[in-house]
């Protein structure tokens, strides 16, 4: 259970605080808590609000690594994907996805049956210890008439076959977070949404906690910790700023967005389509009865980057149809509109110096460079290797050899929560109201819900349509008012934003 209470954890005494509750933060949290540590994860609004809960839903294996010849990320990307499809069964499978061939540049079936066979060799340990539902089978290169048949809305004019690979798939990227704080609650770890850390706390140059402000209640609270890591993604500077000094290479921001779009997929598998210019590639995947379609990248604007990301980012109309027009130009068949697009998911990532976007995590020990000792830094671009970003982040806290404060945690993961999807809890709210409002309060008390969005956005997907959660607002707002204590705000309107 999630259990929100800042007032008992206030009156704790903790190993580390960690700052931002996205799937890096998150992942501090749960790795902390496995070493035997006793972590704090302080959330200023809701677990996973932005970038993590925008994420194109795809776990990587690296062949886009391999194809850069950076051997050392694809290996890790290898690795983290297995680490994924073995801990979390339940929400991440193998993913088949297909890429038509033209015969330009790198898209060419000699290079990519090379590029495939490669993959294959240097990723031998892949299934390593996994079941056979688990496994991710060898790329191969399809011929024409195949590449036909898996994908009829194929651009036909000069294709000359199809690569075909695996890599991995999340149904749900705010359950996986969710599951994740599960996890390290259940190992030892203290999890507080909408409490935001407002001031550091020190005392003869090292650190011994934050004071942070419960945004539900207003009050203030004083957190100890000799350690204290900052990972508020976008907002990684302005932590990094306010604690100590602001760190440009934390985080510059980019947007990438991906949209939902009401057009029946493509195919049984995912369609990766190269982008009219450049190398990019776009990925149309399977969501249901229609398609996800991502990752497009634009500028951050120069506020958001003179801010340092403080704004939520909305690409303009004109990106949105550009996007559009890449996916039409790739596959002429698909005829979408702005009408199409459902729902816009959008989110800052990180960017080097050069505007290219970032490969890896940045870590900084900010004692080290003369500020505060115990503060430390972390900002990370992929959800894939966030796990592994964690674990860098403890080692150079802690150091490679660190001594346990307490024995490490040798549990698994939790049984994962039961889930009803869209089409299952609107049966349920039908048929069964007392028990769909259970069901709702239920989430509510063990997964810390304080706002209508909080559910049906990120612990749920019944608000991807608007229309939908426009008409589930009402309904299940006032249950989820139902199991918060008075001091945690007044009653609220539940018309979707």
């Not at 800042?6 to 005494?13: C, F, K, N, R």
């Not at 294709?159 to 798939?169: F, I, K």
């Not at 003179?306 to 790739?330: C, D, K, Q, V």
């Not at 050069?354 to 995590?361: D, H, M, N």
Request: charged share 25%; proline share 7%.
């Amino acid at each position: 259970m999630i259990r929100r209470d800042p007032e008992s954890a206030a009156g704790a005494q903790h190993d580390l605080v960690v700052v931002g509750g996205g799937i890096y933060g998150a992942f501090v949290a749960l790795e902390a808590a496995r070493s035997g540590y006793r972590p704090l994860l302080l959330e200023r609004s809701d677990f996973g609000g932005r970038t993590t809960w925008n994420n194109l839903r795809i776990v990587h294996g690296g062949l886009r690594y391999l194809q850069m010849f950076d051997l050392r990320r694809f290996r890790e990307s290898v690795r983290e994907r297995r680490w994924f499809l073995a801990h979390f069964a339940d929400l991440v499978h193998p993913l088949p996805c297909l890429m038509p061939l033209y015969g330009r540049g790198l898209r060419r079936p000699t290079v990519l049956r090379l590029a495939l066979l490669l993959n294959d060799v240097l990723s031998f340990d892949r299934n390593r210890g996994m079941g056979e539902d688990r496994k991710v089978p060898p790329g191969s290169v399809l011929n024409t008439r195949d590449t036909i048949r898996l994908f009829p809305e194929v651009k036909r004019e000069g294709l000359r076959g199809g690569a075909r690979w695996s890599d991995g798939e999340m149904s749900s990227p705010q359950r996986v977070l969710m599951e994740t704080l599960h996890w390290a609650c259940a190992t030892g770890a203290i999890c507080l949404n909408y409490v935001e850390a407002s001031d550091l706390l020190v005392h003869d140059g090292s650190v011994i906690g934050v004071r942070a402000v419960d945004r539900s209640t207003g009050r203030s609270f004083e957190f100890s910790a000799p350690v204290v890591v900052n990972s508020a993604g976008p907002w990684s500077r302005i932590v990094a700023r306010d604690f100590d000094r602001d760190v440009p290479d934390l985080f510059r921001p980019t947007v990438a967005f991906n949209l939902l779009l009401d057009r029946p997929p493509l195919a049984e598998v995912t369609v990766a389509v190269a982008a009219s210019h450049g190398d990019g590639t776009y990925f149309l995947r399977p969501w249901g009865d229609r398609i996800f379609a991502g990752t497009y990248h634009t500028m951050a604007s120069p506020r958001a980057a003179l801010e340092l990301g403080t704004e939520t980012p909305e690409p303009s109309r004109e990106e949105i149809e550009r996007f559009l027009s890449e996916l039409m130009h790739a596959v002429p068949a698909l005829e979408v509109g702005l009408d199409d697009v459902v729902r816009v998911y959008a989110g800052f990532v990180p960017s080097t110096r050069s505007g290219k976007l970032a490969r890896g995590e940045v870590l900084y020990d900010h004692g080290s460079a003369g500020g505060p000792k115990g503060l430390f830094s972390l900002a990370g671009a992929k959800f894939t290797t966030a796990r592994l970003g964690a674990e860098r982040l403890l080692s150079l806290a802690y150091g490679a050899g660190r001594k346990m404060p307490r024995a490490p945690s040798g549990e698994g993961r939790p049984p994962p929560t039961p889930e009803l999807n869209t089409q299952e809890f609107g049966d349920l709210l039908e048929h069964d109201p007392a028990a769909a409002a259970a069901y709702v309060r239920r989430i509510a008390e063990e997964e810390s819900i304080l706002h209508v969005e909080d559910l049906l956005l990120r612990r749920t997907d019944w608000g991807a349509d608007p229309r939908q959660m426009a008409a589930l607002s009402p309904l299940v707002g006032p249950l989820i008012d139902s199991h918060l204590p008075s001091s945690s705000g007044p009653q609220r309107s539940y018309d979707a934003p």
